[in-house]
């Protein structure tokens, strides 16, 4: 299976665990989020935990925690983004068979830095590709045609070498 994992038979019932748990907080902060700002509100929020967190007011004394909400942002999608590029490298690490894992990072953050200037150069450009073409650019490969294609690479390269062991 993977280097990664001390025992191999709890990959599945780790992943599920996880998913129903994060499934779970989703669905309690956006029902936290109708509660507090309703349904049109909500719709029509781009940060609607920000707005929700505006609202929090305990004895005219706590008051303003948009920093600390913020803050929980930076700091999620930093560690998000630092998550997939470490999965990105080490993927293009083993798949490739490269001799060094660190010409692997620097090709995977390459790719990452050209790609973020030739798709979007600021965040208004960003939202507005997202929502309009992005959808079909990026998602249809990044999520369908590159996932399919080095899922096919691996199994005709595992096919091969239990051929070539026999």
Do not use: C
């Not at 913020?70 to 630092?82: C, D, E, N, R, Y």
């Not at 490739?96 to 660190?102: A, E, K, N, V």
């Not at 620097?106 to 600021?122: D, E, K, Q, R, Y």
Request: charged fraction near 10%; proline fraction near 3%.
């Amino acid at each position: 299976m993977t280097p990664f994992l001390k025992e191999h038979g709890s990959l599945l019932r780790t992943g599920i665990i996880s998913l129903i748990f994060s499934g779970l907080i989703l669905a309690w902060i956006t029902a936290l989020n109708v509660s507090v700002l309703g349904v049109d509100i909500l719709r029509q929020s781009f940060f609607p935990f920000l707005m929700s967190i505006g609202e929090v007011n305990i004895s005219n004394f706590i008051q303003r925690l948009d920093v600390i909400a913020v803050m929980m942002l930076i700091i999620g999608v930093f560690f998000k983004a630092s998550i997939f590029y470490a999965a990105s490298a080490v993927a293009v690490y083993r798949l490739f068979h490269m001799t060094s894992f660190r010409k692997a990072i620097l090709l995977v953050g390459t790719i990452i830095f050209l790609s973020a200037l030739v798709i979007s150069p600021n965040s208004s450009h960003h939202l507005q590709e997202g929502l309009i073409s992005d959808q079909w650019i990026i998602y249809l490969p990044f999520e369908i045609t590159i996932p399919v294609l080095l899922g096919g690479w691996v199994w005709l390269r595992n096919k091969f070498n239990r051929e070539r062991s026999t």
